[in-house]
């Protein structure tokens, strides 16, 4: 019984928490590689494409994936802090992120366009 209890602990709570850090990790990177070329855009066309908010902005996502795995390493469960502070940062994160990309998004479509 206790190593099956073992078996689904390691399972459910420490592989989860692996892969949850590790997708948080690869969303991170794409955001920054996002924040990468939106920099390439500013030097070249000498407009500004808000690349520090792309870059800064997926910290919240990777802040709630390390505070995820914590609080199930330790305890099992997130706490209610946790999980409002980490919520909250996701949300922000995401809104954050949203905005990036669609100023971008913005900015391309005048560059292509030719609009000034």
């Not at 990777?62 to 919520?87: C, E, K, N, P, R």
Request: glycine share 6%; proline share 3%.
């Amino acid at each position: 019984m206790i190593e099956e209890y073992q078996l689904l602990f390691l399972i459910y709570v420490t592989v989860s928490n692996f892969i949850s850090v590790i997708a948080a990790l690869l969303l991170w990177a794409a955001f920054v590689f996002f924040g990468i070329v939106s920099r390439r855009y500013e030097q070249i066309f000498k407009t500004p494409t808000n690349w520090q908010l792309l870059m800064g902005a997926p910290t919240g996502i990777l802040v709630f994936a390390v505070i995820q795995a914590y609080a199930y390493a330790t305890a099992g469960t997130m706490t209610d802090m946790q999980s409002w502070l980490g919520h909250f940062l996701v949300i922000v994160s995401s809104v954050a992120c949203l905005y990036g990309a669609f100023k971008f998004r913005i900015l391309i479509t005048h560059l292509r366009e030719g609009i000034p």
